[in-house]
T-cell receptor, first 109, second 113 residues
Framework: GQNIDQPTEMTATEGAIVQINCTYQ??????LFWYQQHAGEAPTFLSY????GLEEKGRFSSFLSRSKGYSYLLLKELQMKDSASYLC??????????FGKGNQVVVIP | DADVTQTPRNRITKTGKRIMLECSQT?????MYWYRQDPGLGLRLIYY???????NKGEISDGYSVSRQAQAKFSLSLESAIPNQTALYFC????????????FGPGTRLTVL
């Protein structure tokens, strides 16, 4: 089976930086995705890491360490619209994704 | 226009009824997927298809069946719905090898009474 672990919820202040962690144990690894999901809506793609290191894309950065089975998503300059669930997903082979339960981020003024 | 569409968006049905959820895409992708999402459990893969003649079970396929009528259409059926199939169902698509990102439809909220 596939095991993806994320913390369930965190609260942060507008303008701050928040780091969302994800650890995984999977039968295969062909890359790790981060998705954002607002309540009742479809997940939308944020980032993709297949090699170790940091990928930066505007206010969002994602880091991967394959040897540690670990990734994090960094959200900078938090805005109210960033209040959402952030899903970590691992491609464990043949483009099948195993998802974590999601980390609910609540941004407060 | 949305690239991945799902119908219906909401459905309430009774135990034992047959239900079909439909998914269409205009992205020209070969690969299509069905997931369900439950509070506290995250997204779980039900079935996936890599082309019209290819159907594969995911981690929770029991009680479900699928049909890939064309490259653009992938339907999910519940032959005899039961209350624990109440969930939010998402269809997703992706391109071929090397094109890994999955694009999700808006979801179907299904309630089985």
């Amino acid at each position: 089976g596939q095991n993806i672990d994320q913390p369930t919820e965190m609260t942060a202040t507008e303008g701050a930086i928040v780091q969302i962690n994800c650890t995984y144990q999977t039968s295969g690894f062909n890359g790790l995705f981060w998705y954002q999901q607002h309540a009742g809506e479809a997940p939308t793609f944020l980032s993709y890491n297949v090699l170790d290191g940091l990928e930066e894309k505007g206010r969002f950065s994602s880091f991967l360490s394959r040897s540690k089975g670990y990734s994090y998503l960094l959200l900078k300059e938090l805005q109210m619209k960033d209040s959402a669930s952030y899903l970590c997903a691992v491609n464990y082979g043949n483009n099948r994704l195993a998802f974590g339960k999601g980390n609910q981020v609540v941004v407060i003024p | 226009d949305a690239d991945v569409t799902q119908t219906p968006r909401n459905r309430i049905t009774k135990t034992g009824k047959r239900i079909m959820l439909e998914c269409s895409q205009t992205k020209g992708h070969d690969r299509m997927y069905w997931y369900r999402q439950d509070p506290g459990l995250g997204l779980r893969l039900i079935y996936y298809s890599f082309d019209v003649k290819d159907i594969n079970k995911g981690e929770i396929s029991d009680g479900y069946s699928v049909s890939r009528q064309a490259q653009a259409k992938f339907s999910l059926s519940l032959e005899s719905a039961i209350p624990n199939q109440t969930a939010l169902y998402f269809c997703a698509t992706s391109g071929g090898p090397g094109h890994n990102e999955q694009f999700f439809g808006p979801g179907t909220r299904l309630t089985v009474l």
